[in-house]
């Protein structure tokens, strides 16, 4: 049983009250806004907790043999390659900045990169594992995330989601963001029949900016595993597939 935070009710009703004006601006600014940022995105994320934050996360990726396949959707400028350690065979990444991407190609010649929108099916059913890193699913809504994981992963596959907390928005967003209702996500995975769990990533520690990286990632690493959510940036959902796609789903 995931173990909700208390505050998250006001977030809901917020959210519920300004839905259609954020759907409406998000779509026709998103990709403004990395393109934006995109020459100096890397250089935000140097910090020692954003390195703790990637070691986390690449304990959830699943282990791909060589001959299986992972669709990074929102992928950036490519930070899950080193992540998840994926040679140019595995990978694919989409992404709806062109500047993200551009950036992305000059970091890792040779790989797959796509410019679209990450709610198309890029290869029905084909991919081992599916991403959504960092705020995909705020972006997205909870039935277009599923609905971009149903497209794109094969029976059994796993997804790997990362998404902001109701207590966290990037500085750079300037626009709001609906928080996520989790509630619905357990509603919508419970019945598409996916076995799935849900983590907290990055909470707040007293003189974390005194620590050695071992002990911030060893500090992270425990509230991580705690069961708790509360106060945390990030929530992170990993999923799969049981022994069937979801029934409102099929892919020939």
Not at 222 to 233: E, F, R, V
Request: glycine share 8%.
């Amino acid at each position: 049983m995931v173990a909700y935070p208390f505050f998250f009710a006001p977030y809901v009703a917020l959210w519920y009250l300004s839905n259609m004006r954020v759907r409406e601006k998000t779509d026709e600014n998103i990709s403004g806004l990395y393109n934006k940022i995109a020459n100096k995105y890397d250089k935000r994320y140097k910090r020692p907790i954003h390195f703790v934050e990637e070691e986390i996360i690449s304990e959830f990726l699943p282990e791909l043999r060589s001959d299986q396949t992972v669709l990074d959707i929102g992928c950036g400028t490519g930070n899950m390659i080193n992540v998840g350690q994926y040679t140019n065979q595995q990978y694919t990444g989409i992404d709806i900045s062109e500047k993200m991407l551009d950036t992305a190609i000059q970091k890792y010649q040779g790989y797959n990169f796509i410019h679209g929108d990450g709610q198309q099916c890029v290869k029905a059913g084909g991919f081992d594992c599916v991403l959504h890193i960092f705020g995909q699913l705020n972006y997205m809504g909870i039935h277009e995330w599923l609905d971009s994981i149903i497209k794109n992963l094969r029976i059994k596959g796993t997804f790997v989601t990362v998404c902001y907390a109701p207590s966290y928005r990037p500085e750079y967003i300037d626009f709001a963001l609906p928080p996520v209702d989790l509630f619905e996500v357990e509603n919508v995975l419970n019945t598409e029949g996916f076995h799935w769990n849900m983590w907290g990533l990055t909470f707040p520690t007293i003189g974390h900016d005194r620590l050695s990286y071992k002990q911030l990632y060893e500090t992270q690493h425990t509230l991580t595993h705690s069961a708790s959510l509360a106060d945390c940036q990030y929530y992170i959902i990993v999923g799969e597939y049981c022994d069937d796609k979801p029934s409102l789903y099929v892919v020939e």
